[in-house]
């Protein structure tokens, strides 16, 4: 499968269908069409648990634009950390078709949005039939094992400032917005940290005029800069997306 920029035209029945989520407008249409049926549009809202720890994934989600989701490993005093996140680039659920029978992470909506929801037995069924949905998942699921790696090591040896401009361009990547509903609380429960070292950093970024925060909102003012302030995993994993995956993100 070749790779398609994200800025680039894509069949605009097929993504029209799938609300723009790419994971599903990179399908041949017969692949496509025999999921269509099954495929539910439903609101996910902030903070919404999709999957507890050790749940079964009775359902898939694949996020549109806007949406996001984290995929957070817990300790047993219910402390977390992110360990990777999923936009409308791929999809949630990946242990439906890799032999799982349960999720290994508790998986939350970070950002608000839509997404179609798809039952795990249907995704599985066309799986093995669908030699280019296999390929699709397969990559996809190789990227984002690979991102989940990659964060691991960041969250052990990068700064609060480079895990923060990271975590704040993988977020513009995946949801295209201006503007990104980020409270200091939130972003602190994400990093692993504590609230007033994301203010302290935050404030950092701002002063250097590499983004703005009002009212719980980020905005990247300079992309630029942002990219060489944050660590190399930015760049490694994107790499991973863009040659794995075949779906290149930003």
């Not at 590499?210 to 719980?216: A, F, H």
Request: charged residues 20%; proline residues 4%.
């Amino acid at each position: 499968m070749e790779s398609t920029n994200l800025k680039a035209p894509l069949n605009r029945e097929i993504v029209s269908k799938s609300a723009e989520n790419r994971l599903l407008a990179a399908l041949p249409r017969d692949s496509y069409q025999r999921l269509e049926p099954d495929l539910q549009l439903v609101n996910l809202t902030h903070g919404q648990v999709l999957y507890e720890f050790g749940a079964p994934v009775d359902y898939v989600y694949f996020p549109q634009r806007n949406a996001m989701v984290s995929l957070l490993c817990t300790a047993e005093d219910g402390s977390s950390v992110e360990v990777g996140v999923t936009g409308w680039e791929g999809m949630v659920g990946i242990s439906a078709f890799m032999g799982g029978t349960a999720t290994p992470y508790l998986t939350l909506v970070q950002m608000a949005g839509a997404a179609h929801k798809l039952r795990a037995e249907v995704l599985l069924r066309e799986f093995r039939r669908s030699e280019p949905l296999q390929t699709a998942l397969l990559r996809y699921a190789s990227a984002l094992l690979a991102q989940i790696s990659q964060t691991a090591l960041c969250n052990r040896i990068h700064t609060v400032e480079e895990r923060l401009s990271r975590w704040i361009l993988v977020s513009q990547d995946r949801t295209e917005a201006k503007q990104l509903p980020l409270t200091h609380e939130f972003l602190a429960h994400m990093l692993g940290t504590s609230r007033s070292t994301v203010s302290l950093t935050a404030a950092t970024l701002q002063q250097a005029g590499l983004i703005r925060y009002t009212r719980g909102k980020i905005s990247v003012v300079d992309r630029d800069r942002l990219e060489t302030v944050a660590c190399s995993c930015y760049a490694i994993v994107k790499r991973h997306f863009e040659s794995a995956a075949a779906i290149p993100i930003g």
